[in-house]
């Protein structure tokens, strides 16, 4: 079966840090990989999505950035956190060709201070 | 612009009647509605899926319709449980490139009161 793992769960970081979040999906190969953020009581807000290896696309211009070294690790990061960054992360994959049912992680909290 | 509205952010209801959970959509032509649930800091999970050209989908005591004319999708949760509080969102599809991306709603909380 399959399962997705992100990591930290939550954190706490001082503004102008950098971020680093971590998501992993296992069972599958060739997975379309997204980062999603939410805010308090707001929807989801796709952030990044993926296709493949290295390609990445981003849907809102941000203080972010996705990468993805291999087919099923897909990686959030900023060199230097804003207030307005703060808010509930979540990495999630669906299959390829597929009519697009999203498998979510846990989330990743992060509260910039 | 493309937008997604659900009924009522919070719908308290008593246990063992039927939620109905109501989402409206403007300016976009989805493929397929998705609906999920979303549990207090956890991730959402997925529920139902139901497409253009159906009008009805169930699942257990679940119910999705979707009514591509009024642009509008009704969830309903039969004999209601407390177990069944939670946040739930609706999603629609749109194709970019070579994936699909789902676009979510902001969410009903539904407490079903024991």
């Known amino acids: 079966s399959q399962t997705i793992h992100q990591w930290p769960a939550t954190l706490v970081q001082p503004v102008g840090s950098p971020l680093s979040l971590e998501c992993t999906v296992e069972g599958t190969s060739n997975p379309n990989l997204y980062w999603y953020r939410q805010a308090a009581g707001r929807g989801l807000q796709l952030l990044f999505y993926s296709v493949g290896i290295g390609q990445i696309s981003s849907e809102v211009p941000q203080n972010l950035s996705a990468s993805r070294p291999q087919d099923r690790q897909f990686i959030l990061s900023s060199k230097k956190l804003l207030l307005s960054d703060s808010g509930f992360y979540l990495c999630a994959w669906s299959r390829q060709g597929a009519t697009g049912e999203l498998f979510f992680g846990e989330g990743s909290r992060l509260t910039v201070l | 612009s493309q937008k997604i509205e659900q009924n009522s952010e919070a719908l308290n209801i008593q246990e063992g009647k039927t939620a109905t959970l109501t989402c409206n959509y403007t300016n976009y032509s989805p493929a397929y509605l998705q609906w999920y649930r979303q549990d207090p800091g956890r991730g959402p999970v997925f529920l139902l899926l139901?497409?253009?050209?159906?009008k009805e989908k169930r699942k257990e005591r679940l119910k999705v319709t979707f009514d591509t004319t009024l642009k509008q999708s009704l969830f309903h949760i039969t004999a209601s449980q407390p177990a069944d509080s939670a946040t739930y969102l609706c999603?629609?599809?749109?194709?970019?490139?070579?994936?699909?991306?789902?676009?979510f709603g902001s969410g009903t909380q539904l407490t079903v009161l024991p």
């Open positions: 999603a629609l599809d749109s194709r970019s490139g070579s994936a699909r991306q789902l676009t």
């Open positions: 139901i497409r253009e050209n159906e």
